[in-house]
């Protein structure tokens, strides 16, 4: 039996916003729902943890495969994978589901996504978890522009900006690209690091091919877990996901006159010590920018951190769920 049928309830399907999104559905099917939103390169399944947690402490909790990515429809226009598409997708699971409202928590990526709601969907959200991902204001600037002037060319996501190159470079070794990237905190921390005098940060490109894949003093997952990531990207590639990261500058452009703050909406901020991407200190302005906020660090984490350290976000989550959403 694979890890995705052992450690994940059975992926259920639902025609939304003109795709088929595949989700997995944990607890009794009462109160608000808790969407959880995977980030890059993941997929449902690096909720695992949090599906079985909450689920068995009565909380209805779903998690999707978002747009590009497992078992949900990959469209082929970059211009699909936008916010405008992304949080349509969520806004189309609560309907299919008949819910008028959810807590939607997102990680990465998702917690991008999951940020958006609350301002693109106002009347769709109980409340909001982000985890690693802080809430930030608008960028002054186009925010691609922004990271190739401080980070270089190579910086991953001004690189993946650029067409097939990047899909080739992740596929063509699955296993060590999930290898690379599933990697505890001490794996990870050349990501930051600058490179020599001129080179870019977050070079992924050069790390990556450099990288010596019989290192596995640093792996996260067990051999069934990275298994399951390896096998669903080997079908999948990587472009869907990637896709999302090629609607910054478009996203940007169309977020001109959102609301700039969140008020009267109930939020949780969880962020990772040792988070080489998504640093706690990237979180420190969003007390000024959130009226009803709890913020609170796992220690010793880096970036994966519901697969990292799922006790602790399960205990922070359940907690904060107890107090603001009481069963």
Same mark, same amino acid.
């Given at each position: 039996?694979?890890?995705?049928?052992?450690?994940?309830?059975?992926?259920?399907?639902?025609?939304?916003? $003109?795709?088929?999104? @595949?989700?997995?559905? @944990?607890?009794p099917r009462?109160g608000?729902?808790?969407?959880? #939103?995977?980030?890059?390169?993941? *997929? @449902?399944?690096? !909720? =695992?943890?949090? *599906?079985?947690?909450?689920?068995?402490a009565?909380?209805?909790?779903?998690?999707?495969?978002?747009?590009?990515?497992?078992? +949900?429809?990959?469209?082929?226009?970059?211009?699909?994978?936008?916010?405008?598409?992304?949080?349509?997708?969520m806004?189309?699971?609560?309907?299919?589901?008949?819910?008028?409202?959810?807590?939607? #928590?997102?990680?990465?990526?998702?917690?991008?996504?999951?940020?958006?709601?609350?301002?693109?969907?106002?009347? &769709?959200?109980?409340?909001?978890?982000? *985890?690693?991902? /802080?809430?930030?204001?608008?960028?002054?600037?186009?925010?691609?522009?922004?990271?190739?002037?401080?980070?270089? /060319?190579d910086?991953?996501i001004? !690189?993946?900006?650029?067409?097939?190159?990047?899909? @080739?470079?992740?596929?063509?070794?699955?296993?060590?690209?999930? =290898?690379?990237?599933?990697? &505890?905190?001490?794996?990870?921390?050349?990501?930051?690091?600058?490179?020599?005098?001129?080179?870019?940060?977050?070079?992924?490109?050069?790390? *990556?091919?450099?990288?010596? /894949?019989?290192?596995?003093?640093?792996?996260?997952?067990?051999?069934?877990?990275?298994?399951?990531?390896?096998?669903?990207?080997?079908?999948?590639?990587?472009? $869907?996901?990637?896709?999302?990261?090629r609607?910054?500058?478009?996203?940007?452009?169309?977020?001109?006159?959102? /609301?700039? =703050?969140l008020?009267?909406?109930? #939020?949780?901020?969880? +962020?990772?010590?040792?988070?080489?991407?998504?640093?706690?200190?990237?979180?420190? $302005?969003?007390?000024?920018?959130?009226?009803?906020?709890?913020?609170?660090?796992?220690?010793?984490?880096?970036?994966? +951190?519901?697969?990292?350290?799922?006790?602790?976000?399960?205990?922070?989550?359940?907690? !904060?769920?107890?107090?603001?959403?009481?069963?």
């Amino acid at each position: 039996m694979s890890a995705l049928e052992s450690q994940m309830p059975p992926v259920k399907h639902a025609s939304v916003n $003109g795709i088929e999104l @595949a989700y997995y559905e @944990a607890g009794p099917r009462e109160g608000a729902p808790i969407i959880l #939103c995977h980030g890059f390169p993941e *997929l @449902a399944f690096s !909720w =695992r943890h949090q *599906l079985k947690a909450l689920g068995e402490a009565g909380r209805w909790v779903i998690a999707p495969d978002q747009r590009g990515y497992g078992l +949900t429809s990959r469209p082929e226009a970059v211009t699909d994978y936008d916010m405008a598409h992304l949080t349509g997708d969520m806004v189309g699971l609560l309907n299919h589901l008949g819910v008028e409202k959810a807590i939607f #928590c997102g990680h990465d990526w998702g917690g991008i996504v999951v940020w958006q709601m609350p301002l693109m969907h106002p009347s &769709r959200v109980a409340g909001v978890i982000g *985890l690693n991902t /802080p809430f930030l204001p608008r960028s002054p600037a186009d925010p691609i522009a922004i990271m190739r002037m401080r980070f270089g /060319p190579d910086m991953y996501i001004v !690189w993946f900006q650029t067409s097939g190159e990047p899909d @080739a470079a992740l596929s063509a070794d699955v296993e060590k690209t999930m =290898r690379f990237f599933m990697r &505890r905190p001490a794996g990870l921390q050349t990501v930051a690091e600058p490179g020599a005098e001129g080179a870019s940060t977050f070079a992924f490109k050069d790390l *990556l091919r450099q990288w010596d /894949p019989s290192d596995t003093g640093s792996q996260l997952l067990t051999a069934e877990e990275l298994a399951a990531f390896v096998e669903s990207f080997q079908a999948t590639g990587f472009t $869907g996901g990637i896709n999302w990261y090629r609607n910054f500058t478009r996203n940007w452009a169309a977020s001109e006159g959102l /609301p700039t =703050r969140l008020d009267d909406l109930p #939020c949780l901020m969880i +962020t990772a010590e040792l988070d080489a991407v998504l640093a706690p200190a990237m979180a420190e $302005g969003m007390p000024g920018l959130i009226g009803d906020l709890e913020m609170h660090m796992v220690a010793g984490s880096g970036h994966w +951190t519901q697969q990292e350290k799922p006790e602790e976000v399960n205990r922070l989550m359940l907690d !904060w769920l107890q107090r603001r959403f009481p069963q």
